[in-house]
Structure formats: C-alpha cells, structure tokens
C-alpha cells in the first residue's frame, strides 16, 4: 500500500469506524435503514469514504441471488459492510452500486 489518504466529511453527526475512528459516512447519503447485516442492524448508503473492496462474490441474501463486495476500512481493515454490485431481482435492482454497513460497526459522532 501506498499513503494513505483519509476523507474528511463535514457535519456534526458522520458514521464513523468504530475501531479507527476514520469517517466512513454521511447521514445524508442514508437511503434506507431497513437492513440487517451479519451482526444486526445495518444501514443503506448511497456512498461511503475510506474504505476498500473485497473480491466479487455470489451470496444468498434474503432478497434472492446478488453480487457483493465486502468493504473493508481502508485504515484498519476490518470489514465494515457490503457493497452491492448486482440484483438478480428486478425488485432489488435499486441496491446496486450502493453500501450496507453495519450499525454494530459504527460509530456516530
Ligand atoms: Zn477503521
């Protein structure tokens, strides 16, 4: 790895990683809050900070087959959510290219 650049988001109230304390989200990028990830609640974003990619891989979620990436914190590493690449379901197409993270993972502040 190179440097590492770490993004800043404005506002009083940002998602942050609760292990490192780095920025990974704005509550203004929320779309749904209607989620469950592994270890609970999880929220739906329309964009997140600091973080990298896993590999593509098929998962069975609840709402049928998707291709997901787990998003790591690009500080510490540790896996913070999903990101959904693609829908099988007409239904759930809206997910794709958009964020779950954990809300057990998170810190707000
Ligand atoms: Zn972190």
Same mark, same amino acid.
């Given at each position: 790895m190179g440097l590492l650049f770490v993004e800043s988001l404005p506002g009083p109230k940002v998602f942050k990683c609760?292990? !490192?304390?780095?920025d990974s989200a704005s509550p203004d990028a929320i779309v749904s809050k209607e989620f469950r990830g592994r270890h609970g609640r999880a929220y739906l974003f329309d964009s997140v900070v600091n973080v990298s990619f896993g590999p593509n891989e098929d998962r069975i979620l609840m709402t049928g087959m998707h291709i997901v990436n787990d998003i790591y914190c690009? !500080? !510490?590493?540790r896996l913070l959510g999903w990101r959904y690449e693609k829908a099988y379901n007409e239904d759930q197409k809206?997910?794709?290219?958009k964020y779950i993270l954990e809300k057990s993972m998170m810190v707000k502040e």
């Open positions: 609760k292990h !490192c304390g780095v690009s !500080c !510490c590493q809206y997910k794709e290219g």
